[in-house]
């Protein structure tokens, strides 16, 4: 008879192997009930040998007590987004930028349904599932482990024994559209809320703070790809890495193909997209990923998305309705939109009451009327437009659009510039919707990220004059949010604390905040790290800021105006008086290499070619993927293959890994 404890480890292995076969492989080997007994057992035995009970005994996936927040998780290695191709030739670009970057005539990639869920990072350390999150901003994400831990697809512990030590994986949560019509059907009966889609579904239900509530809910996961590695080393193939995770227990789609060049890519997106009702589960797209990790190496990342994938999305989802009304919204910086007020209609899983017309000249080229059946489309998470009228089905009734010559809001003149297709309301900050949008930018997630202020109560606070500038959030009183709308006192002092807590920012976040037109995230990037400091780069002139690689005189004129006026040198100082403040930034000035651009090619032997682009970057350089007549040198590595010919072709000088270090020493 074997002992308590070897009993119990039999156990686990045995029932771990059936829900490997049962929710991975979905092929399971023995009935229901036979599972059942098994894992009565193993219960029994545990709740009579308490001190044999383990973290990733099969028993164990919802045990902790319910959260009152979630703790946050900074990604080790960033969670990058998807880069979309709308259209066959927006995916052949992608191809043709992967094959002239890797300079190469076809390139393998790896065909994948894109799921419509939740992307988490799974980490195991020596085969034990220890931290589950999500991706949030691709930086840092929710720790979802408790929830993560209740989906049965999910293994606590991987099979086999020759994981790395630590290894990130990463998939798709979801609920499958059966799934989703049982919670839903189940909602209805006991009175719930249901949900409008699988996709809020999933969201709604891993992000619940009490784990027995997420283990009610019918998630699964398919795995796509891996993050940190540590201790043990992959396949160099996306494909076979995919392959290994399958070997270690864990749910990738079985659909999963290597495809050759953009033909396979086409053939496998249009055989996907015939399939697709048929699917069990909600997809959005294919995702192409170059299958060779040396060559997704070489590729790298930009912003936000690696330069090696692509997301093929599928033609947006469509449906009919009526134009009730066509007015006009004001934005963040007074461009005046055209909106058209819909017959709400459920279109890609929402329903739609609103559409942009994005500017006059688009509305006459549509000629939408008030009143028209349009053909509306909502595709993916972008916002709603109008595809076309139904001309056939117009009344002599419709009514045309006009432009209003005064802003709806404020009652400045709207000025339309020759040659642009915006037309812009003139009362700048007088113009309450243009505070209320600077207002909402300025709290934003990538902004100053202040948690709490939504769009209904800013729209509040500016209405009742509250707050006119962005400074004035500081002197919010808690008393006075609890008197708003939809708050109470303890939301009042939530925000209150996230007020304090977004004081302590960085400058470019700062920067990117002020709502400076054309300065988006990566223009505030680029300030911060030449000026390093605020009042510096406020004394800047057009051509202090035209010397920067990467702004114009357009973007620099908006700046030096912005700085200009005496009404934002006040905002600053309120907000610096209220305490906002951040790291000093540490610029270099030395930039002896400014103006010029290398390529690396081959494999260097005292450093990463990462670090000799960060080495060259940080002396003013601009390091390139590919050659031209323009660039100043290549430097060659080791095996440097054609472009090397190419430089030769070209006279471009030829620099050694040891000519590359002098250089960096100077
Ligand atoms: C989805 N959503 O199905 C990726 N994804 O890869 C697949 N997402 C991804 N891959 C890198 N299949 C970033 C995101």
């Given at each position: ?174 609920i499958s559209r059966d799934g989703f019509r049982r919670l839903n059907e189940r909602a209805l009966q006991q009175g719930q809320k249901i949900f409008a889609n ?60 290597r495809v050759m060049g953009l033909e396979g890519c086409v053939k496998y997106y249009r055989q996907l997209e015939k399939q697709r009702d048929q699917l069990a ?165 990538r902004a100053m990220d202040i948690e709490g202020l939504g769009d209904k109560l800013v729209d509040q606070l500016v209405d009742l004059k509250l707050v006119e ?198």
């Open positions: 008879m074997a002992t308590p404890e070897k009993r119990a480890a039999q156990l686990r292995e045995q029932i771990r192997y059936h829900n490997f076969r049962y929710y991975v492989l979905d092929d399971p080997q023995i009935p229901d009930a036979e599972y059942d007994r098994l894992m009565q057992e193993l219960q029994a035995l545990e709740t009579e040998h308490p001190e044999l009970v383990s973290p990733d005994s099969p028993t164990q996936r919802v045990g902790a007590e319910p959260l009152k927040v979630f703790g946050e998780v900074r990604h080790e290695v960033p969670m990058l987004s998807l880069d979309n191709a709308f259209s066959d030739e927006e995916l052949a670009s992608f191809d043709r930028r992967v094959r002239e970057r890797l300079e190469v005539d076809s390139v393998e990639y790896t065909a994948e349904p894109k799921l419509d869920g939740l992307a988490v990072s799974l980490l195991y350390e020596d085969g034990q599932l220890v931290r589950a999150a999500t991706r949030g901003d691709g930086a840092t994400g929710e720790n979802v482990t408790q929830n993560v831990r209740t989906i049965q697809s999910i293994p606590l512990r991987l099979l086999g024994n020759d994981h790395p030590h630590r290894l990130e994986v990463r998939g798709e949560v979801f699988p996709r809020n579904a999933a969201a709604g239900s891993l992000r619940q703070l009490d784990p027995a509530v997420t283990a009610q809910r019918p998630l699964e996961i398919y795995c796509y790809g891996t993050g940190l590695v540590e201790g043990g080393e992959l396949p160099g193939r996306h494909s076979e890495i995919l392959q290994q995770l399958r070997d270690w227990g864990l749910r990738v789609y079985p659909g999963i193909e589960f909600d997809i959005d797209g294919v995702v192409f990923k170059v299958d060779r990790l040396d060559q997704r190496q070489q590729l790298g990342f930009v912003a936000r998305a690696p330069r090696w994938a692509v997301a093929r999305k599928f033609a947006a989802q469509e449906e009919l309705t009526r134009v009730i009304d066509i007015d006009v919204q004001v934005g963040r910086t007074g461009a005046i939109t055209p909106v058209a007020r819909l017959e709400p209609v459920f279109v890609g899983g929402v329903t739609v009451t609103n559409a942009t017309l994005h500017n006059e000249d688009e509305v006459r080229r549509k000629d939408v009327r008030v009143g028209d059946t349009v053909v509306v489309r909502r595709a993916g998470d972008v916002i709603p437009e109008i595809v076309s009228v139904v001309k056939e089905r117009r009344s002599e009734t419709c009514r045309s659009f006009v432009m209003p010559t005064q802003c709806p809001v404020c009652g400045s003149d709207i000025e339309k510039i020759e040659g642009e297709a915006v037309a812009r309301c003139t009362g700048g900050l007088y113009c309450a919707a243009q505070r209320r949008e600077a207002i909402k930018h300025f709290a934003s997630r500038d962005v400074a004035d959030l500081y002197s919010l009183r808690p008393e006075i949010l609890a008197g708003m709308e939809r708050m109470g006192d303890k939301s009042a002092h939530k925000l209150i604390a996230a007020l304090e807590c977004s004081k302590e920012t960085t400058l470019e976040r700062f920067l990117y905040a002020l709502g400076i037109r054309e300065v988006g995230e990566a223009t505030a990037r680029t300030l911060a790290q030449e000026f390093g400091d605020l009042e510096v780069l406020m004394q800047a002139s057009e051509a202090d800021l035209e010397a920067i690689h990467d702004i114009g005189p357009v973007v620099a004129r908006h700046i030096v105006n912005f700085f200009q006026q005496a009404h934002n040198r006040e905002v600053i100082d309120k907000l610096l008086t209220a305490g906002v403040h951040w790291q000093a930034v540490t610029v270099s000035r030395h930039r002896p290499l400014e103006g010029h651009t290398y390529v690396i090619t081959g494999t260097l032997s005292s450093m990463t070619r990462d670090q000799a682009k960060q080495g060259l970057q940080a002396l003013g350089a601009k390091v390139s993927g590919s050659l031209s007549k323009k660039t100043s040198a290549l430097v060659a590595g080791d095996n440097p293959g054609s472009k090397l010919d190419k430089a030769e072709k070209l006279q471009v000088p030829v620099l050694s890994e040891q000519d590359m270090i002098e250089l960096l020493q100077q």
